[in-house]
């Protein structure tokens, strides 16, 4: 039983990653009609910023915020600027291609000029277990679990009870009757790039103590995160926070019970599980469109 | 014409699709206050003036000033800024927010800079209005409840609430009886003239509904096929041999 709970705990942990990467698929899907398929890649960037900045000497904390403020000027401003914006008028498909293309391109450039190898992250978290009613849980997995869920009450906090998170909130429901009622729509779905950039920064703090900083670690978390957010309903940032922690429980499960070879085909097949069962993802909504 | 008389000046405003002619050298003008209805039949262009005043589509000619202002194509963003409100034919709430939300949301833009209302309280300072149009409305009921739990007719009247949350000087209503039990037609009316009182604000009515039109609009304009066919008096278009041939055909 209690190596059953420490799997779960253990899975949570690394759910919440996968749930803060799909929140930004989520986010960016509600509020600009945009499939990112290099967010995987979002998160490696930031990854390689602060081991940059580490390297250079600057305490750990300081290159967090640096790679923050790096990611919302090239992977939220940027990207909205140079990418999203002159595509997201001919439709989702020239899209999706185009950041399919992002996602090769940054993962070339990274390993053509910087390196190949896999790079050891320093964890932000004391390293060591502590026990508590017979269960062995690691400060990694405690932190973890405490910063994703700080920056997601803080997400839901800003969303719900400000008046600039009430207009990001109409605009993702409704864009037209928010032009019209004087809501800047550009500037809203700007935010919500932002807000995308620092999520990707704050899942890469978390995850690369783990994957190490390679120019591919961005495969395994962009996919999971996608179908996290398409399991849990990918017009529902609670859904994302659902489907995240879904696969990295029984990641975990699978991982130990069964055998580690079926550990990467999990999240795949509960997304199989659940598109035939709901379409709509677990707590998604059927969505009517105008054709 | 005086500069009262110039508070909205459509004039010969076109629009075309491709050899289709939606709206076809339309003129009208509306003073501070002055309530118009557009009638019409279906396909006679009345939604796509709407769209062509309010920036929505460009007119192919023609312009639109509001206030002395050329305001042709104007984007609507920069409408609403100049106190320009609408409403659409189908509901345009936002389904996952509450009553009052939705309320607060329609207002909140106009209070202060950008980042005055980052910083300002949940309810930008316009929470005390929302409360008075929910009651004026009669939607207390419901106020807590997520817009797009309610009926139909509920929604019709928080989209109607909506667009005067600003307290606007221009208001378009698209079809505001559309789908709303008959039995609330009367009450809406009441509820525009009202606000026509103690705002001030102009409107401008579509509307299919024509008892509710010939009460609420001193001044009617009978559109067919984008042009203007008649417009005066409600009684004197009502009787417009014209008028009713393009309702009831040949």
């Known amino acids: 039983m209690g190596e059953l709970v420490q799997l779960v705990v253990s899975g949570v942990a690394t759910g919440a990653i996968y749930s803060l990467a799909a929140l930004g698929f989520t986010l960016l899907w509600q509020a600009s009609g945009t499939i990112n398929f290099a967010q995987g890649e979002f998160v490696m960037l930031p990854a390689f910023a602060m081991l940059f900045c580490v390297l250079a000497g600057m305490p750990l904390w300081l290159g967090v915020l640096a790679a923050c403020a790096a990611a919302m000027i090239v992977l939220g401003w940027g990207f909205k600027r140079l990418i999203v914006d002159p595509l997201i008028r001919h439709g989702v498909i020239p899209l999706v291609i185009a950041t399919l293309g992002l996602s090769t391109f940054l993962k070339t450039t990274v390993r053509a000029g910087y390196s190949a190898e896999a790079h050891q992250f320093g964890s932000p978290f004391p390293g060591g277990v502590f026990r508590i009613a017979g269960i062995n849980v690691s400060w990694a997995d405690v932190g973890t679990l405490l910063v994703a869920g700080i920056i997601v009450i803080a997400l839901q906090t800003f969303v719900t009870r400000t008046v600039t998170g009430r207009a990001m909130q109409a605009v993702a429901q409704n864009t037209e009757a928010a032009r019209v009622l004087g809501i800047d729509v550009k500037r809203m779905v700007l935010y919500t790039f932002l807000i995308n950039a620092v999520l990707a920064v704050v899942a890469a703090l978390l995850i690369t103590p783990t994957y190490l900083a390679k120019f591919d670690m961005g495969d395994s978390i962009g996919l999971k995160a996608f179908l996290a957010a398409i399991i849990g309903g990918f017009n529902q940032t609670r859904g994302a926070l659902l489907g995240g922690v879904l696969i990295g429980v029984l990641e975990n499960l699978v991982g130990f019970y069964v055998s580690p070879a079926y550990k990467e085909g999990v999240a795949l097949m509960l997304f199989l599980g659940v598109i035939l069962v709901r379409p709509e993802g677990l707590l998604g909504k059927v969505e009517e469109r105008k054709v | ?250």
Request: glycine residues 10%; aromatic residues 6%; negative net charge.
């Open chain 2, 1 to 250: 014409m005086s500069a009262a008389e110039r508070f909205l000046e459509v004039r010969d405003v076109v629009k075309h699709y491709g050899a289709i002619r939606a709206v076809d050298g339309v003129t009208f003008t509306l003073a501070p206050g002055e309530i118009v209805g557009v009638i019409g039949p279906n396909g006679s262009g009345k939604t796509t003036l709407f769209n062509s005043i309010l920036g929505q589509i460009r007119p192919t000619s023609g312009s639109v000033a509001f206030r002395g202002e050329d305001v042709t194509g104007m984007a609507p963003l920069e409408l609403a800024r100049r106190g320009v409100g609408r409403t659409f034919q189908t509901l345009q709430v936002f389904g996952q927010l509450s009553v009052r939300d939705n309320l607060i949301a329609a207002a909140q833009e106009f209070q202060g800079s950008m980042i005055r209302r980052m910083f300002a309280a949940p309810d930008a300072g316009v929470g005390r209005r929302a409360d008075e149009m929910i009651e004026l409305f009669r939607l207390g009921h419901v106020a807590d409840l997520k817009a797009g739990t309610l009926s139909y007719g509920q929604q019709k009247l928080i989209d109607i609430a909506m667009a005067f949350m600003p307290a606007p000087r221009l208001v378009l209503l698209d079809e505001p009886c559309a789908g709303v039990n008959p039995s609330l037609v009367e009450e809406l009316r009441e509820l525009l003239v009202t606000l026509n009182r103690t705002q001030g604000g102009s409107f401008v009515v579509i509307e299919h509904n024509m008892d509710f039109i010939m009460k609420l609009c001193p001044h009617v304009i009978c559109m067919v096929e984008g042009k203007v066919l008649a417009e005066g008096v409600p009684a004197e278009v009502q009787a417009n041999r014209a008028v009713l041939e393009a309702y009831l055909g040949n």
